[in-house]
C-alpha cells in the first residue's frame, strides 16, 4: 500500500492539545508513533509531560499500517514541500529519542544553529548527532529538527564533549541543519559557512569612465 515509504520517518501537525490523542490512534492503525515529552511539574503527586513540540509529533510507516494518516482525526497534514510530504532524516529522529529517553533536563532551543556535527561516543546519548554549543561554561549538544525548525539541548559532561566525533558534513545521508535555512548551498572554508555567491556579490564593481558619449 506504502511501496517506498515504508520505514521513514514523517513529521505530523496535529491540531492544537490533540497530540496525545492522535499519538494513540496512529498506533492503533499500525503506525509506529513518536510524541516527545518532557516533564513539566507534578499534579496531585503525579509527573506531568508537556509535549516538546507542541502541535506536532512524528510517525514511522510500517508494512502492518492500514488507513491514511490524514485521515486521522485531529490530523492537519503532513508536513512538506508543498502537497509532496517530505520525511524526517533517521539521525536526527534516533538522536532525539535517545536524549528524550535519557531522563537528562531538556530545554527548547530557539533556532536552528550552525555549526560542525558531532556525534557522541560514549554514555546515554552514545549515537546523537548535533552541534556542541558552549553556554555560560556549560557544554550543551543542540539537536534539530530541520523540518519543523525547531531544536532542543541538553547538558553535556566535558569528557563526552572531548570525546565526540567529528562528522563529516559532505557525509552521505548526514543533513545539516544550516543547509536549509535558504535552501541555497553552502561553502564551509576553515570553519567558515558562505554561500557560494558570497564572494562574487561582495566584488566592488567597476565604474565606467566619465565622458561625452557618442
Known sequence: MFGSIIDQWFAIQVRPQSERMVSLLLRYKGYEDFLPQ?????????????????????????PNAQGLIVTTPGVVRILGVGSEPLPVPADEIESLQKIVSSGFALETWPA???GEIVELTQGALRGCRGIVKTVKS???????????HRSVSVELSSDSVRR????????????S?????????????????????????RRPRRRAPKGDSE
Open 38 to 62: 518532557y516533564p513539566a511539574g507534578t499534579t496531585r503527586g503525579q509527573q506531568r509531560l508537556r509535549p516538546l513540540f507542541p502541535g506536532y509529533l512524528f510517525c514511522r510507516v510500517t
Open 112 to 114: 536552528l544553529e550552525e
Open 138 to 148: 556549560h557544554h550543551r549538544l543542540i539537536v534539530s529538527i530541520t523540518l519543523l
Open 164 to 175: 565526540a566525533a567529528r562528522l563529516d558534513p559532505n557525509r552521505p545521508g548526514l543533513k
Open 177 to 201: 541543519a544550516i543547509e536549509e535555512k535558504s535552501g541555497r548551498p553552502k561553502l564551509r572554508i576553515n570553519g567558515d559557512v558562505r554561500r557560494p555567491d558570497v564572494a562574487e556579490s
